[in-house]
Nanobody, 130 residues
Framework: QVQLVESGGGLVQAEASLRLSCAAS????????MGWFRQAPGKEREFVAA????????RYADSVKGRVTISRDNAKNTVYLQMDRLKPEDTAVYYC???????????????????????WGQGTQVTVSS
């Protein structure tokens, strides 16, 4: 079991930056692939980024590639989402998520579907004004 708590959301203007954090409980954080998803009003939850257990592999949605960086600090049980050059269309509730991963192969392909993630945080609101 792992519990996830996001922080760092807020109201910013377009072109600003934000860094979201997700603190995880438990001593096995490094055995989970971590991801960020977002959900805008009236839309389905969508994948933003994922990072492998060691942090060595990352995957991004095309809509954020080049503007977003996912990272993790296993010593602090924390995953981050650095967002730069924010756009109004980035406005959404951002969720941290995790799935357990064992074996070498599971880091070769990082999942991007909501049903593949077993644990979720409560979300943090990001609002970007134009």
């Amino acid at each position: 079991q792992v519990q996830l708590v996001e922080s760092g959301g807020g109201l910013v203007q377009a072109e600003a930056s934000l860094r979201l954090s997700c603190a995880a409980s438990g001593r096995t954080f490094s055995t989970y692939v971590m991801g960020w998803f977002r959900q805008a009003p009236g839309k389905e939850r969508e994948f933003v980024a994922a990072v492998s257990r060691s942090g060595g592999s990352r995957r991004y949605a095309d809509s954020v590639k080049g503007r977003v960086t996912i990272s993790r600090d296993n010593a602090k049980n924390t995953v981050y989402l650095q967002m730069d050059r924010l756009k109004p269309e980035d406005t959404a509730v951002y969720y941290c998520a995790a799935y357990y991963c064992s074996g070498v192969a599971c880091d070769a392909y990082l999942q991007d579907r909501t049903y593949q993630y077993d644990y979720w945080g409560q979300g943090t609101q990001v609002t970007v004004s134009s």
